[in-house]
């Protein structure tokens, strides 16, 4: 079979003609089109670390050095790799690769609740609590069918809101489209999948056996049961369960200890830098679709930081830039980064303000303006996209709905936005509003 070159490998070979012979004696022209082919059969896929609380875009990425102190914060803009961009001093690791990724200055949301504004930003419709619009992962499990021996999209971390929908969920498409939902630390010494731990010490022939077993009385029961969706998506569930229990691929996937101490030491030991670690394995063993929780912290919305911000960005911004350069760097390394979309993204900003919270000074909850960053799969990278005013509190220019980026997500995973499911006796559109961002593309 012969060896796959990359785009970078082809163009660093200099001065060849288009009709010329190369290294592996195939045309340049050949080569382009075998790598056409390839990209064909090569889906795109996503990691996307969610900043859940809303992280700060102008102590981040958006910073306003001219600004009063009560604006600007206790940060000061660094260069980049990249000539003109200037990002936070405490994202040095980010600064040395931002060609491998674009930010979005200009993004808002119709919101500036949790709950709310994480289903939002998952989905790219309004919350339902209704009919629900499914999460962009779940839409690629309905549209795109898997086929290889491991769940098509994963949750790394429980991220639901205890009033509000399950984020990247379903939603009107139904149980079996929602996530492989991982609760474990994957930096915990005993970390384990719990369908592979029933697995342990059983024959897989057994398994085999079960598996036939289980599927009659499965059929025996829908033919009994009025609630068909729900015998259905429990079918589903025990199908997952035993295709994981007897899959080998997915086993390793999951099992860090494959993996070097020193490229473990690279992404961070702590939650966020080894699920980020686990995401890109699970990537390599055909996952489609990997959510992150993005911060090492105690509770839910840990980047939700009303009081104390520059004491907890203190903490959680190393974590943030080791752990999502690396990623990008190990992805660019194996030749991955081109088929695999990174996202890091909060569901909101901060306030342009600093508070005078008694408990020390912080930002409160601000939808009206924030930044995302995407980088490789398929998006331009290196670009900045939008800005906002002098004080980062509304966009200035080239404003970006949340909408429009998940509508160009979905132009990335080559997915239908305009494909109708029925559901309560209703015709939905999967995603009614949202322009691709033409830009990054």
């Known amino acids: 079979m012969p060896s796959r070159v990359n785009r970078r490998e082809i163009f660093a ?4 003609a288009v009709g010329a012979i190369s290294p592996l004696g195939l045309s340049l022209a050949n080569v382009l089109a075998r790598e056409s082919e390839r990209c064909k059969e090569s889906p795109t896929n996503v990691i996307f670390m969610f900043l859940q609380g809303g992280a700060s875009h102008l102590d981040m990425y958006d910073m306003k050095p001219q600004m009063p102190r009560e604006v600007r914060g206790k940060y000061e803009p660094a260069a980049t790799n990249l000539p003109g961009l200037r990002l936070s001093d405490r994202l040095p690791e980010l600064s040395r690769c931002a060609d491998k990724f674009s930010l979005i200055r200009s993004m808002h949301s119709y919101t ?39 769940p098509a999209f994963v949750h790394l ?18 149980r079996t489209t929602n996530p492989y939902l991982i609760k474990q630390d994957p930096n915990a010494v005993d970390f384990s999948v719990q369908e592979f731990e029933s697995a342990q010490g059983v024959d897989v022939n057994r398994l085999s056996g079960r598996k036939h077993l289980l599927r009659a009385l499965d059929r025996f029961q829908a033919a009994r049961e009025l609630d068909r969706d729900a015998v259905e998506a429990q079918d589903a569930f025990t199908q997952r369960a035993l295709d994981l229990a007897t899959s080998r691929k997915a086993k390793q996937a999951f099992d860090l200890s494959r993996e070097s101490p020193t490229l ?7 939650r966020v830098g080894q699920g980020m670690l686990l995401a890109r394995r699970l990537v390599e063993a ?8 993005g911060y090492v912290d105690t509770g839910i919305y840990a980047w939700d930081h009303h009081w104390g911000i520059f004491p ?17 760097n190990d992805l660019d390394q194996r030749g991955l980064l081109e088929s695999t979309l990174v996202i890091t993204a909060g569901e909101f900003g901060r306030t342009p303000k600093i508070n005078a919270n008694q408990r020390g000074p912080g930002r409160d909850h601000w939808g009206r303006c924030f930044s995302l ?10 670009q900045v996209i939008g800005s906002s005013d002098r004080y980062g509190a509304v966009p200035e220019s080239s404003p ?3 909408a429009d980026f998940v509508a160009t997500v979905y132009h990335v995973l080559g997915m239908d936005p305009n494909a109708k499911f029925v559901a309560q006796g209703r015709e939905i559109t999967m995603l009614p509003e949202g322009t691709v961002v033409k830009g990054l593309i």
């Not at 980088?375 to 290196?382: E, F, P």
């Open 312 to 328: 907890h960005l203190d903490q959680q911004l190393p974590i943030y830039d080791q752990s999502y350069a690396a990623l990008l």
């Open 264 to 270: 473990r030491d690279a992404y961070g030991r702590n």
């Open 13 to 16: 070979m200099g001065g060849v």
């Open 286 to 293: 055909g996952v489609r679709f990997v959510t992150i929780q």
């Open 112 to 150: 500036s609740k949790h709950g709310e504004g994480d289903v939002h930003l998952m989905c790219g419709s309004p919350l339902d609590k209704n009919l629900q619009a499914p999460g962009m992962g779940a839409v690629l499990c309905h549209q795109q069918k898997q086929q290889a021996p491991i």
């Open 373 to 382: 960053t995407l980088g490789g799969g398929g998006v331009k990278t290196g």
């Open 400 to 402: 970006v709905s949340v």
């Open 157 to 174: 971390g429980d991220m639901k809101h205890p009033a509000y929908s399950a984020p990247g969920f379903g939603g009107f498409l139904g």
